[in-house]
Structures are given as C-alpha cells and as structure tokens.
C-alpha cells in the first residue's frame, strides 16, 4: 500500500491528485490490475470526475456547500456536521483500472480528494493490485 500525504488550503477544496495517483502506479510493478484510491478520513472523501477545466471543481465545491451548508440545526457537537454529511456524499473510495502500467481514466477524468472541514494534512491510500492469470 502507498500512503499519500495531502496537504489541503480551504475549508471545502476539491484537489486534483490524478497525478500522484498515477506515480504510485507507474511506480508499482503492476501493468494490468486495479488501483484503488482510499481515503481514511470521516470528513474528506475522493472523487473522479472533469479536470481538464478547474471551474468544475469550483462549481463541485460551491454545489457541495449548498447542498449541506456549514450552519444548520445540527446535533453534532464538534460544529463540522456538513463536512460529514459532504463526506458521505461522495464517498471515501474509487476504483480505477490500470493498463500498460498507467490509470485508464477517460479523457476528461481525474482523480479529486475532496476536502470538507479543512485546511489540513490528509491522508489517502493507494493499493495497486495485478491480474492473476487462470491457472
Ligand atoms: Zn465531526
């Protein structure tokens, strides 16, 4: 397993680790498998979806906001009840597949850890697995 280390600037922030993503496999021995993206945080999670433009992500994380605004008539003690609900929104995993030793990502596709009670340092897991041939 590859631990990545992330390092996050705003409270809600959609960060584009396709690349480290993509070194953690170049740099495993696998040519054909699945890489998995795992993030072990209750308010943060991981996303793919359009990075070729940045005002995407924007959009995702004013969207985000509004969906579960930071103010509400939250139980939760520790004031970042949006940032789990965020959380539970996306999701805190994604599959990717992985050929000739690179990400099969669609052309528009990148990987974003999503941000939702930052800033901080995070962490994300990253398990590179190879095909097992029959037999
Ligand atoms: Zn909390």
């Not at 805190?92 to 990400?103: A, D, M």
Request: glycine share 8%.
């Amino acid at each position: 397993m590859v631990s990545l280390r992330v390092k996050t600037a705003r409270r809600t922030q959609l960060l584009d680790i396709t690349r480290e993503v993509q070194k953690a496999v170049a740099e495993s021995t696998v040519n054909s498998g699945v890489c998995t993206i795992y993030v072990p945080h209750t308010t943060a999670g991981v996303i793919i979806n359009e990075h070729a433009d940045p005002d995407v992500a924007s959009d995702m994380e004013a969207a985000f906001d509004q969906m579960a605004p930071r103010e509400g008539n939250y139980r939760h003690a520790e004031g970042n009840s949006d940032s789990h609900i965020k959380t539970a929104l996306t999701g805190t995993s994604q599959v990717v597949l992985v050929e000739g030793g690179k990400l099969a990502l669609g052309r528009w596709q990148g990987i974003f850890f999503c941000e939702f009670d930052g800033p901080r340092e995070r962490t994300v897991w990253v398990k590179i697995g190879a095909d097992r041939d029959r037999g």
